[in-house]
């Protein structure tokens, strides 16, 4: 049996409402986690107050979907109902019909977890339509709700987390949280269960893990498990496949890289334990520029606090064995392992960190790039395990964004410009082209480019004389010759000369 986690990180604090959390950060059998930020199930949002509707809004919810029947509709109306401007997409999707026949089953059943198994068996055309929405819906967060969030919203939250393999234990164990999450609203609204109470099980609250183990089992034993009963239900292989990438979608398209990232998780969670809070990813990967041929493989791991001196030593052991594995990108992984606190603002007296690079295992402080970095993970940031980070990272205001560039030019780059050895190597022309493109992006719009982009925008800000030769740092390739030593310099020296202007602007 697994282990079951802590739920409480999932948990949304959405003022006036009780029962709300992200379907993100399951474990699933096949290895990885449930996508954050891809479906919140949630009690009514009739409930929210002015800054509860704020917050669901800032969390991208996009779309809302209401599972309740038009007696609960017409009673509490909900917020979203009349799909305003500037609102999320609200689609009312009962998954009830009032069926006499239904209803007479449901009365004789004996438990919630049987009322579920009827709903499942009598109303697969309704299910349907919920999913079907779920699957088509545009970007963004998916926010599922009914009541309550207990009974109809734990049998979708239910399906979605069955249909992308998270143990049966754990989705039995989070559908139970709502009993917990729930009892400052029944202390309000009803008396809370109590033993010997004498009410009848629909009328009771309680939400147990043996009822949704029971349509656990029901699905697998009559159906044969999620995805038939979705089939049977009558949706399309393609729109099956289109929940699964929505709640369980590999955190980049490189199946390679995936393999490593999916191995570098399962060893920092070893090494770390509970004070692993996330992995994340940065630079090209989050960008969508990722070049197989070139480009790094740049992580970030949070952790709950400063680490001990034996607890980075497992970690570079553990990284000599990765780097040791044969797996393809193993060379390539460049991160660091900050705490929480590190990342939430850029310190440059802040003690060394971990981190790798290059292959070499090493503690440094962080540099001016981190400034950079910060933004990156924040507004760009690839959650492969963990909560959202943007939360955890102050924004980066473009005057920072432009004194870090400033900073790493006198650093590094000038340095590099009065003694080019290093710009003798053909990979280091294009790096170093192409960063100058980055810089003087940043300097001159105060944002943050990839580099492929950031090319493109300078081959149309920089004389044409330049065209070519920022064309041939995108083109090449490792082994091809590169003969780029006096341009590259030439570059360098002209992103410093504007960067001191850029900054004096700025200040």
Not at 277 to 306: A, C, E, H, K, Q
Not at 359 to 365: D, K, L, P, R, V
Request: net charge negative; charged share 20%.
């Amino acid at each position: 049996m697994p282990t079951i986690p802590d739920f409480s990180p999932r948990r949304l604090d959405w003022d006036g409402c009780y029962n709300v959390r992200d379907l993100g950060g399951l474990p699933m059998a096949s290895g990885g986690e449930t996508r954050w930020h891809a479906i919140v199930r949630m009690d009514t949002p009739e409930r929210l107050t002015p800054a509860g509707q704020q917050a669901l809004w800032d969390y991208s919810v996009r779309t809302i979907i209401d599972l309740r029947g038009r007696h609960e509709t017409v009673k509490w109306p909900s917020p979203y109902a009349e799909n305003n401007p500037g609102q999320p997409a609200y689609h009312n999707l009962p998954l009830e019909s009032y069926a006499p026949e239904v209803g007479a089953l449901i009365n004789q059943a004996s438990s919630r977890g049987e009322v579920y198994t009827i709903i499942l068996d009598h109303y697969p055309h309704l299910m349907a339509e919920v999913l079907r929405t779920i699957a088509t819906a545009p970007p963004g967060t998916i926010a599922i709700h009914c009541h309550n969030g207990m009974d109809r919203t734990g049998m979708v939250s239910g399906l979605l987390l069955s249909l992308v393999d998270v143990p049966p234990e754990l989705i039995a164990a989070d559908y139970a949280t709502s009993q917990v999450w729930l009892q400052r609203l029944y202390a309000l609204e009803a008396a809370p269960p109590t033993e010997g109470d004498t009410r009848s099980f629909w009328e009771r609250p309680t939400a147990t893990a043996d009822m949704m183990a029971h349509m656990l089992a029901h699905l697998d034993t009559t159906y044969g498990g999620a995805a038939a009963y979705m089939r049977q239900a009558g949706l399309a292989p393609e729109e099956i496949e289109l929940l699964t990438k929505r709640l369980a979608l590999s955190p980049t398209p490189y199946p390679a890289v995936n393999d490593l990232l999916q191995l570098l998780l399962a060893e920092v969670r070893g090494v770390l334990h509970g004070r692993f809070l996330g992995l994340y990813l940065y630079g090209s990967l989050s960008s969508g520029d990722f070049n197989p041929l070139t480009s790094d493989v740049d992580f970030v791991v949070v952790t709950d606090g400063d680490l001990p001196a034996e607890t980075i030593a497992a970690l570079e052991a553990m990284h000599m064995r990765l780097a040791g594995s044969g797996l393809k990108y193993a060379a390539k992984l460049e991160g660091a392992y900050l705490p929480q606190a590190t990342l939430r603002r850029y310190d440059p007296a802040d003690a060394p960190r971990p981190m790798l690079n290059e292959g070499s295992f090493f503690m440094a402080q962080l540099g001016a790039d981190w400034a950079i970095q910060r933004h990156i993970l924040r507004e760009h940031g690839v959650v492969v395990a963990g909560p959202e980070i943007r939360p955890f990272i102050d924004p980066v205001p473009p005057a920072a964004l432009r004194q870090a560039v400033h900073d790493i030019l006198h650093a590094w780059w000038v340095p590099l410009a009065d003694a080019p050895e290093r710009l003798q190597r053909p990979d280091y022309q294009a790096f170093a082209i192409l960063s100058m493109c980055r810089a003087l992006h940043t300097l001159t719009t105060g944002t943050i480019a990839s580099k492929p982009t950031a090319a493109a925008w300078a081959k149309t800000h920089l004389p044409p004389r330049w065209t070519p030769i920022i064309d041939a740092a995108l083109t090449w390739q490792p082994g091809q010759p590169l003969d780029l030593v006096d341009a590259c310099i030439e570059l360098i020296r002209h992103t410093v000369a504007r960067s001191a202007d850029s900054v004096e602007r700025s200040a």
